[in-house]
C-alpha cells in the first residue's frame, strides 16, 4: 500500500490490522513516500501487525545508509521489520535515472544486491552498529521471477518471493507457477526448508462484485487480454471458499504459506483470510 496523507495513510493501517493481515508492506519507488517513514507513521497505530517493504531497490542504496534506516525502523517498532530487498528491472529504470545512478544490467544488479544483503547482515549482527535491531535476525524477503534472481534468493532470502507467473500448470513450460517453484526448489538445495515461499494476489473479485480491478495485472500482462488474466495465478475470482480453496492448493501443492496482497485486491481478499487460518 502507498501512502496518501498521515491521516489516510494511518486509517489505511489501522484498517489493514483489523481486517486479520499479518504484514503491512510498502513499496520503494520515487514518486511515493520514502519507505520507512511510512512504516514508522504506521507503527504509532498499530499493535500486531508486521511492517516491511516490497521492495526496497538496493540499486539505489549504500548498504551502510540501507542498515542504518532498516535498524533504526526494526528497533524502535520492537522488532516488526520485515525487509523485502530487489534489484530493480527495466519497469523502473527511471528511478535510476533521476537519481544520476548507473543502470546497470541484470547480472551487476543482482550482484549488488547480494553484496548488500551480506553487508547487512554483518552490520545487524555487530554489536558495535547502532542502531541496533531489536530482533536478532530481521527476515529478509526477495522477490522476482527470473532465474538468476530467483536463484540468488535461495541463496540469501528467508522468504523468496515469486512474481509475474504466467498462466498454465505445466512443470516445464517456463514461467509457469509449477515451473519456477520446480526451480526454486532445485537452487535451493539443503535450504529450503528454511525458506518460506511467498506470492503476490494482483486482483481478486468476489461473485457478484464484478470484474476485478485489472490495473495492475496489465502493468505486469500487458499481453493478455481480460480472458487470459483471468487465469493467471495471481488473480483470483470466484466465491469466498472457492478463492480460499485456491490458496489452499497452492500451499499444498507447491508450498506457498505467504500471499502478499496488492492494493486493488486488499479489501476483496479480507473476506479470504479467516477461511485460510
Known sequence: MAPVSRAE????????????????????????????????????????IRLGTMV???????????????????????????????AGNDMFRGDFEATGLPYHGARQRIEFMEQTVTQLRGLFADSDHYPRPAQQHIPILIAGQGDRLLAAATRHADIVGISGVRPGE??????????????????????LPRIEIN?????????????????????????????????????????????????RHYRETYGITYFTVAPPAVQAFAEVIARIR
Open 199 to 247: 506470492m503476490m494476489i494482483i486482483a481478486a473479485a468476489i461473485t457478484g462484485s464484478g470484474t476485478p480491478d485489472f490495473t495492475l495485472a496489465r502493468f505486469f500482462y500487458p499481453d493478455l487480454s481480460d480472458d487470459e488474466l483471468l487465469t493467471v495465478p495471481g488473480i483470483l475470482h470466484g466465491t469466498v471458499d472457492q478463492m480460499a480453496d485456491t490458496l
Open 56 to 86: 526496497v531497490n538496493t540499486g539505489l542504496w549504500r548498504p551502510a545508509m540501507l542498515a542504518r534506516d532498516a535498524a533504526g525502523v526494526d528497533q524502535l517498532t520492537d522488532g516488526r521489520l520485515e525487509l523485502g530487498l530487489g
Open 9 to 48: 495513510w494511518q486509517a489505511a493501517a489501522r484498517q489493514v490490522e483489523a481486517w486479520g493481515y499479518d504484514t503491512l508492506l510498502v513499496p520503494d519507488h520515487l514518486g511515493m513516500v520514502a519507505p520507512f517513514p511510512a512504516l514508522m507513521a504506521a507503527a504509532d497505530v498499530t499493535e500486531r
Open 170 to 191: 505445466s512443470p516445464t513450460e517456463k514461467g509457469t507457477l509449477a515451473e519456477r517453484i520446480a526451480y526454486i526448489e532445485k537452487a535451493a538445495g539443503d535450504r
